[in-house]
């Protein structure tokens, strides 16, 4: 079973840039991977997703913002993170069918 541990978060000011990485245990070229968020007191909520061919999907309040990328020789999925805003704080997630990682924080400050 695969295992996703992500890092990268921290603490930056509004409009700074992160860049996340999801690390998986085993192989990852035939799956998808999806990162996720959650603000506190609010539910974790989609933030974008990167199939095995390679196709991406983003949440409408990321788009052009973020970029999520894949280096299947690494086993590693990445969250490039641009023009960051306070509403971007929170814990982010990296997920696979039925798999979470541990998540990292992420705080923007204004």
């Known amino acids: 079973q695969v295992r996703l541990v992500e890092s990268g978060g921290g603490s930056v000011q509004a409009g700074g840039s992160l860049r996340l990485s999801c690390a998986a245990s085993?192989?990852?070229?035939?799956?998808?991977v999806g990162w996720y968020r959650q603000a506190p007191g609010k539910q974790r909520e989609f933030v974008a997703s990167?199939?095995?061919?390679?196709?991406?999907n983003y949440a409408d309040s990321v788009k052009g913002r973020f970029t999520i990328s894949r280096d299947n020789a690494k086993n590693t999925v990445y969250l490039q993170m641009n023009s960051l805003k306070s509403d971007d704080t929170g814990v982010y997630f990296c997920?696979?069918?039925?798999?979470w990682g541990q998540g990292t924080q992420v705080t923007v400050s204004s």
């Open positions: 085993g192989g990852i070229r035939r799956i998808n």
């Open positions: 997920y696979t069918t039925a798999i």
């Open positions: 990167i199939r095995s061919d390679g196709s991406t």
